[in-house]
């Protein structure tokens, strides 16, 4: 299976700033995944990401507020912007590297937004 | 109502018992099961994968699917003190995949 780092691994940010996510797969794969994991909760696809082209966002997601990059096949970025405590969550990216068969993840990012 | 139900948990069980996690889904296009397991502060780790009715073992996990009830199992024997994490159930199917919130297990030794 890929293997993904992800990182930072963590992060507490002020709110109004910035966080960008970076993501680096050790093969080439054609979809990346971003996902949000909230406490107790299950998780959330906010886009898929695949090389060359705009990212899909899910219902309740936005580019302005959710930019992605996906500048070759093993590489992509997810920026968190103009953050507030709400945006505090686990991040986490992904690719399909089973196919149907499920997900490789990556460590996650833990932001606090203060 | 959610198209992916998961046994809400906590488990906390004693080291060596016999542990069962569920799920329920209501998608019948779901075709394929899979179980993940996340340990704190990391990400999902792909524990095993099924597509059709069944069992599947792996070692001490054994994987059960139920499609006329629309129903998942993951069976942990012999539980160890490692095996405490949260497991998350997943399906994939018409092109989605949708996750369990997750069951947290406690194994004390």
């Known amino acids: 299976s890929a293997v993904i780092s992800q990182k930072p691994s963590r992060d507490i940010c002020q709110r109004g700033t910035s966080l960008t996510i970076q993501c680096q797969v050790d093969?080439?794969?054609?979809?990346m995944f971003w996902y949000r994991q909230q406490p107790g909760q299950s998780l959330t696809l906010i886009a898929t990401a695949n090389q060359g082209s705009e990212a899909t966002y899910e219902s309740g997601f936005v580019i302005d507020k959710f930019p992605i990059s996906r500048p070759n096949l093993t590489f992509s970025t997810l920026t968190v912007s103009n953050m507030s405590p709400e945006d505090s969550s686990i991040y986490l990216c992904?690719?399909?590297?089973?196919?149907?068969?499920?997900?490789?993840f990556g460590s996650g990012t833990r932001l606090t937004v203060v | 109502q959610k198209e992916v139900e998961q046994d809400p948990g906590p488990l906390s069980v004693p080291e060596g018992a016999i542990v069962s996690l569920n799920c329920t889904y209501s998608?019948?296009?779901?075709?394929?099961f899979m179980w993940y397991r996340q340990y704190s502060r990391k990400g999902p780790e792909l524990l095993m994968y099924t597509y059709s009715s069944g069992n599947k073992e792996d070692g001490r996990f054994t994987a059960q699917v139920d499609k006329s009830s629309k129903y998942i199992s993951l069976f942990i024997r012999d539980s160890q003190p490692s095996d405490s994490a949260t497991y998350l159930c997943a399906m994939t199917g018409a092109g989605k995949s949708t996750f369990g919130d997750g069951t947290t297990l406690t194994v004390k030794p």
């Open positions: 093969s080439q794969v054609t979809m």
């Open positions: 992904s690719v399909d590297d089973r196919g149907n068969y499920g997900y490789t």
């Open positions: 998608n019948s296009a779901f075709q394929y």
